[in-house]
């Protein structure tokens, strides 16, 4: 079994990436902690909780902290929906959060299983950095770290910059970006272009007729609605369910190679902006793989796979 840790900002695709993990029968989620940004702690948690529910799982969900490290709280409803998740009619729900705090339970899993831990961050990196600050000796125990955040040398989605995630609390991403852990960066720019779920691909998913491929169009109804009137796409764009399918199955990531990455946390013009180091003109020693390329098609069958 491999074992993951799940850091999420519930909204609606957060929701997806975390089924795709739940219903994969070699991944034991040892727990899923919540950290605000989309939406807040409180409905993160929520949309969390439902989540597991409708996977018939048992999986501790830890509340984290609410908002970021220095910045004001900048929630995406706008993309989401109010509840983070298109308005859809969810089930009473049965399941309750856990007492201990996010950030203690990261420390505690990572440090439980040393090299056993794959890490996937699917928010700001809030609850994160403030894991490493109390223990930096988790950099070096977790086996890895899928990051979706940033855009590697391309443009933001939040600001012609920068990507929602890491500019929501750039100063969280700057710290786990150079706290020696082993990352990889997959940025938002990997859920565009032939990975976006197009007309025909949402009629396959609707057509597999199960709850998990309703719930995953049903809360990204609203999403779907900002990609195409916002941002001006030609389908529903998935980054969180984009990282979980590479965490999950690295052949879905074509291309990757290591680089220095810093973040920016002094321009507003550039606030949470990735710089990538590419061809080292810094002389700085790399911290972070970067993924360049994925193979939309093998994405998309790694998501099918789980909503069948």
Same mark, same amino acid.
């Given at each position: ?26 991944? &034991? #989620? ?8 989309n939406v807040s702690v409180k ?9 597991? &529910? ?8 830890? =509340?984290? +902290?609410? $908002? ?23 089930? =009473?729900?049965? @399941? #309750? ?6 950030? *203690? ?22 609850? +994160? ?11 070096? @125990? #977790? $086996?890895? !770290? ?8 391309? +443009? ?10 890491? /500019?929501? *609390? =750039? ?12 990352? %990889?960066?997959?940025? /938002? ?11 025909? *691909?949402?009629? &396959? ?5 199960? =709850? ?20 001006? @796409? ?15 199955? $690295? ?10 990455? *810093? !973040? ?8 949470? %902006? ?17 993924? /360049? ?8 069958? !790694?998501?099918?796979g789980t909503l069948r």
């Amino acid at each position: 079994m491999r074992r993951f840790l799940i850091d999420t900002d519930t909204a609606s695709d957060d929701a997806v990436a975390i089924l795709m993990a739940l219903r994969t029968p070699d991944i &034991q #989620v040892e727990a899923i902690t919540i950290v605000a940004g989309n939406v807040s702690v409180k409905e993160a948690t929520r949309n969390a909780l439902h989540t597991v &529910q409708l996977c018939g799982a048992e999986v501790p969900v830890y =509340p984290g +902290v609410d $908002r970021p490290l220095v910045r004001e709280s900048s929630r995406a409803y706008f993309f989401h929906g109010e509840d983070g998740m298109g308005g859809m009619s969810l089930p =009473p729900l049965r @399941l #309750v959060p856990e007492e201990e705090h996010a950030v *203690d339970r990261i420390i505690r899993t990572i440090r439980g299983a040393p090299g056993e831990i794959t890490l996937v961050t699917l928010g700001p990196l809030t609850n +994160v950095a403030l894991a490493v600050r109390k223990a930096p000796d988790i950099s070096s @125990l #977790v $086996r890895e !770290v899928y990051v979706m955040g940033g855009a590697a040398n391309t +443009v933001g989605n939040v600001t012609p910059a920068a990507e929602y995630n890491i /500019w929501c *609390d =750039p100063e969280a991403a700057e710290i786990v970006f150079h706290s020696g852990m082993p990352i %990889m960066m997959v940025g /938002w720019e990997h859920c565009l272009g032939e990975a976006l779920l197009e007309d025909a *691909d949402r009629e &396959q998913v609707r057509a597999f007729g199960t =709850p998990y491929a309703d719930f995953t169009l049903d809360s990204n109804s609203h999403a779907l609605k900002a990609c195409l009137e916002w941002l001006g @796409l030609t389908g529903l764009s998935l980054p969180d369910p984009v990282t979980m399918a590479i965490a999950m199955d $690295r052949s879905v990531c074509t291309r990757s190679s290591r680089h220095y990455v *810093d !973040v920016e946390v002094h321009s507003e013009l550039t606030r949470g %902006m990735t710089v990538v180091d590419e061809y080292g003109v810094t002389n700085k020693e790399a911290n972070v793989e970067v993924c /360049w390329e994925i193979d939309p098609a093998r994405w998309k069958e !790694v998501l099918y796979g789980t909503l069948r």
